[in-house]
């Protein structure tokens, strides 16, 4: 029997920022009129809705949770789209949710008010004969039981409540399921479950491994917003997870980590798969997801922007409807004609491309290109370095980071998963965090970066000098903590490598270790003159995911050596798309 276990610590109720206009027990059903406006800056409803308060439904163990339900006013039956999360289902008119949406960009009058926190709104999705399902989840606000966070108990509970709305009597028998972070991860947990009527996912970019995306990324304790998300979500009557505490228990990978992350080929279910290349919490989380979910019928958009106003904007909702038409209503309106892939090009100068066609990511006139460090010349070359230079810094130091040039001399795109293949040594100690960025630097040097908001305010300005790193673009970045360099060859592929996370693997005095790590994705254009930077450091580079998080700091001690040349070649391999 396993002698891992849950750690659980006691919740608490929703405090007064996060409760909305409609949080309030109050069991019943009532009709909001067409013009409802749940308050004035929110949009009206454009018809009649059916709204089922509370609704008591019992999960398979006999813990009772609570269930809004928004139907159209109709005797027709009709399929249903829910969204799974931590989060009160009324909070969409809470003070924290607006706040939030005011500062990327996002106005109150976009949404009716009635909405889950990063779910799909009822006032559109009504309307086009669709009914809304937002449970509050075990654990939370009313609901009963203890809550979890990210973990297969999800997708036992989500299996439950999917067969449930099933089998109500408004309902046609068929589940959607849509929404972002929270609830785009809810859907890998549920659809790895194969319920019989969910028939269709809408994962809308979020974490797809509790240990790879959130608490040890790379090996290393980086738990800034593990402890924000622990801290201010699962508020409830009972117990909530310790995900911190559990960390701390268990540093390796373990059973109780394995049963947070979905069985990804179970998953066979119709998917549309949303992401992009910026959000530093979800990008490597929905990629992975994106490659192992074994669903015949899947599609993946790349947006160039951040998750949340690209969720609501009007063309992708409509998009989005297209996709649910055909595989939820059975409608024959061409959505199968969609490309499997429409990816984003970044210029970062304003000229960004969007919506270009692929059958796969990366397409296929993408190949992996390697980039060898010099650490005499500081360049990047496609010809491997015959003499052998190291590059050094002290960790101590200003500055504790090296850096290698590349210089584009003609137009140069890059499509897909970079990687870096490093030698690297610790003199005076036995371990290393290592930090990597890939910056593009304009004609003149310049760094360049992008905003992923609409909002580009001096507030946001002031997150994002250093950290808040899911509201602006600065580069593809990635981390190892040497010890944990140990590669899964199950997982691995030529471009992305994949860590067991199993064992610590301390490094000897003088032992150089030959290490691979994974950067996110890109999308990214380089004019004439421009150049790639590639940085190697021993402090983060990009600061925190999100504002106000405790920033991690690596530990490191000593010197750290990038070898360079000969038998030591380290390199940067880029996915170059052929011109």
Not at 18 to 41: D, I, K
Not at 103 to 128: C, I, R
Not at 425 to 441: G, N, P, S
Request: charged content about 20%; glycine content about 8%; hydrophobic content about 40%.
């Amino acid at each position: 029997m396993s002698e891992v276990h849950k750690i659980y610590t006691p919740s608490s109720p929703l405090p007064a920022g996060r409760t909305g206009l409609l949080t309030p027990f109050e069991p019943g059903t009532r009709t909001l009129e067409a013009g409802f406006q749940v308050a004035p800056q929110f949009k009206p409803l454009p018809v009649d809705v059916v709204f089922d308060k509370d609704v008591a439904m019992t999960l398979r163990d006999g813990v009772t949770i609570h269930i809004d339900v928004f139907r159209p006013a109709t005797t027709d039956e009709v399929p249903v789209i829910m969204a799974y999360s931590p989060y009160g289902k009324a909070q969409g008119t809470s003070m924290s949710v607006m706040g939030v949406f005011g500062l990327v960009g996002v106005p109150n009058s976009a949404v009716s008010g009635l909405e889950k926190f990063e779910a799909a709104d009822p006032a559109y999705w009504v309307a086009q004969g669709y009914a809304i399902a937002n449970p509050d989840i075990r654990g939370v606000v009313d609901s009963d039981g203890d809550s979890v966070l990210w973990d297969r108990q999800d997708g036992r509970d989500a299996y439950d409540i999917i067969e449930w709305l099933a089998e109500q009597e408004w309902s046609n028998g068929k589940v959607a399921m849509s929404g972002t972070s929270y609830l785009a991860v809810a859907q890998w947990f549920a659809a790895s479950e194969q319920p019989p009527h969910l028939v269709a996912i809408n994962p809308w970019e979020g974490v797809s491994d509790v240990y790879r995306d959130l608490v040890m990324r790379g090996g290393m304790p980086d738990t800034g917003f593990a402890r924000q998300l622990q801290e201010g979500s699962f508020f409830g009557k009972g117990q909530k997870e310790d995900i911190l505490a559990e960390v701390a228990a268990y540093p390796l990978i373990n059973e109780l980590w394995e049963n947070k992350i979905p069985a990804f080929e179970k998953i066979t279910v119709p998917a549309y798969v949303v992401a992009s290349y910026s959000n530093t919490l979800h990008t490597a989380g929905t990629f992975r997801a994106w490659r192992r979910m074994a669903s015949e019928q899947k599609w993946l958009r790349i947006h160039n922007s951040q998750e949340w106003p690209d969720y609501y904007d009007e063309a992708n909702v409509e998009d989005l409807r297209r996709f649910f038409d055909h595989f939820v209503k059975g409608e024959d309106n061409g959505w199968e004609t969609t490309p499997r892939v429409c990816y984003s090009v970044l210029d970062l100068e304003g000229g960004d491309e969007v919506a270009v066609a692929a059958d796969q990511f990366p397409p296929t006139d993408v190949a992996p290109m390697k980039f060898f460090l010099d650490g005499r010349t500081r360049v990047l070359s496609t010809d491997a370095p015959a003499e052998r230079v190291p590059a050094v810094y002290t960790v101590a130091a200003n500055p504790n980071a090296v850096s290698f040039l590349a210089t584009f001399d003609s137009e140069t795109v890059l499509v897909g998963y970079p990687k870096a293949h490093l030698f690297v040594e610790a003199r005076d100690a036995d371990d290393m965090d290592l930090f990597v960025l890939m910056q593009k630097l304009g004609a003149h040097g310049t760094p360049l970066e992008a905003f992923t908001t609409p909002n580009h305010g001096a507030m946001i300005h002031d997150l994002t000098d250093h950290g808040a790193t899911i509201l602006k673009y600065k580069g593809s970045d990635g981390r190892l903590r040497v010890s944990t360099r140990h590669l899964d060859e199950t997982l691995s592929t030529v471009d992305v490598p994949a860590h067991t996370f199993d064992r610590v693997e301390k490094l000897e005095p003088g032992q150089i270790a030959e290490i691979e790590i994974d950067l996110f994705p890109v999308g990214l254009k380089f004019y004439p003159g421009e150049q790639l930077r590639f940085i190697i450091s021993s402090r983060n580079l990009l600061g925190t995911l999100m504002p106000a998080i405790q920033e991690y700091a690596g530990a490191n001690s000593g010197q750290h050596v990038i070898h360079t040349g000969g038998e030591h070649a380290s390199y940067l391999q880029l996915p170059v798309q052929k011109a």
